[in-house]
């Protein structure tokens, strides 16, 4: 059985850090693009970064370049999205997704991607 289980997320003030991580059990990683997306209350689910199998190419939407990192450990079977300088509209729920396939290819659309995390909070406060 397939689980993306996220962790990490919380209340923080403008300004401020979090790491998001995402671990995944009854797949290997590393045969697996992963994606990190969110959703606001009323909003859909937007994209916010992925990374390729290896880890050595990322994308990420115009709203969060510079601020927020996504990076891997495949020996852990872990995604990571650091998160920095964060502001009020990085308020969301956050989901971690796997999409089958080492291709390096971008996909941002949800409905591509073939598992899903249960999301975790990130509440920034101004």
């Known amino acids: 059985q397939v689980q993306l289980v996220e962790s990490g997320g919380g209340l923080v003030l403008a300004g401020g850090s979090l790491r998001l991580s995402c671990a995944a059990s009854?797949?290997?990683?590393?045969?697996?693009?992963m994606g990190w997306f969110r959703q606001a209350p009323g909003k859909e689910r937007e994209f916010v970064a992925s990374?390729?199998?290896?880890?050595?190419?990322?994308y990420y939407a115009d709203s969060v370049k510079g601020r927020l990192t996504i990076s891997r450990d495949n020996a852990k079977n872990t995604v990571y999205l650091q998160m920095n300088s964060l502001k009020s509209e990085d308020t969301a729920v956050y989901y971690c997704?796997?999409?089958?396939?080492?291709?390096?290819?971008?996909?941002?659309?949800?409905?591509?991607?073939?598992?899903w995390g249960q999301g975790t909070q990130v509440t920034v406060s101004s």
């Open positions: 997704a796997a999409d089958r396939g080492c291709a390096a290819i971008i996909r941002t659309t949800p409905k591509l991607y073939d598992y």
């Open positions: 009854g797949l290997t990683a590393s045969s697996y693009r």
């Open positions: 990374i390729t199998c290896s880890g050595g190419t990322t």
